[in-house]
């Protein structure tokens, strides 16, 4: 599953409505003195948090946002209705920043709300001018602008397994393979342009895109994909056995998440030999030692796309794993 993991809207909080100038309609008494209402209160704007990471997809076709007015005040001192509260979802994980501000909120939890944006106030009515000089005020004055700023979004990923690796190691295949995700899948670099989920019995496993060697500084599609990897709780680390050198392919990978941010590198780690298929089965052994060497661990699997029972192993290795953190 495709999905918006960046994007800009234009968000308006209400402006309050304006006081009025009225006047008591009594018998005998056509001006009976001042009875103009306040305007009432525009709504403000609150950002919500969900649990659908998918959610940003919901603002592709709308970019402008705007909380309800306040209602101008009315007779008999009645105030005008405050403007309806405008409630934006967002996924958990994405930061929100104001562009003029630079203020940035982030969303880390599902129902967690955050106010955007302040409401105006409501303008004064005639009797509010009211006073032992000034028995029939004129006065009255106008509600005030709501809030109004552009905002970037940014989804940063929640997951807790990212599946991390070089191009066209197997990530998209296991996904679709575990989930249900349907991860465009091919035999060439960047086939996933934008990180891909798939629930797996509750469990949400993310497919970031392929990493390249200088990503860490912005080569390739860089930063894009590896922003996403901070927010998962562990690591799948694919290494293709088709490669002429996998224990340069894992190091190139180590050096490029820890180039972008040291703590990348203490997640716990899963190393995933792919593509069994395309070696000769006595030369797995020696290959998997050298892994264990560089690595320091030995959780260190292999799997074929074409051994059903070799994907079957494989999540249950990743299931009792989850199930024990």
Known sequence: ???????????????????VVRWRQEKFKPKGGPS?????????????????????????????????NGEPGGNNSKEGKNGEDLILKFPRGTVITN?????SIEITDVDQEITLLKGGRGGLGNEHFKSSTNTTPYEWTPGTPGEEADFTIELRLFADIGFVGLPSAGKSTLLNALTNAKSKVGAYHFTTL????GDM??????????????????KGLGHKFLRHIRRTKSLVH???????????????IRKELGDYDAELTA?????????????EAPELPA??????????????????????????????VLTDYLEQK
């Open 287 to 316: 290959i998997i030692t050298d892994i264990q060497s560089v690595a320091g661990h030995d959780r260190i699997y292999t799997m074929s796309a074409y051994d059903e029972d070799s994907i079957k192993a494989f999540k249950k």
């Open 201 to 218: 019995h509750g469990y949400i496993l993310a497919d970031i895109p392929g990493i390249i060697e200088g990503a860490s500084h912005g």
């Open 194 to 197: 934008d990180p891909h989920l």
């Open 267 to 279: 997640k716990d780690e899963i190393i995933l030999l792919s593509k069994t298929d395309l070696i």
């Open 36 to 68: 103009g209402g306040n305007g009432g209160n525009g709504g403000n704007v609150i950002a919500a948090g969900v649990a659908d990471l998918a959610y940003l997809d919901y603002y592709l076709h709308k970019r402008n946002f705007s909380a309800e």
């Open 1 to 19: 599953m495709a999905f918006v993991d960046e994007l800009e809207l234009h968000i308006q909080a209400g402006n309050g409505g304006d006081g």
């Open 238 to 252: 694919f290494i293709g056995l088709d490669s002429e050198d996998p224990i340069a392919d894992y190091q190139v």
């Open 99 to 103: 562009t003029i501000t630079e203020e």
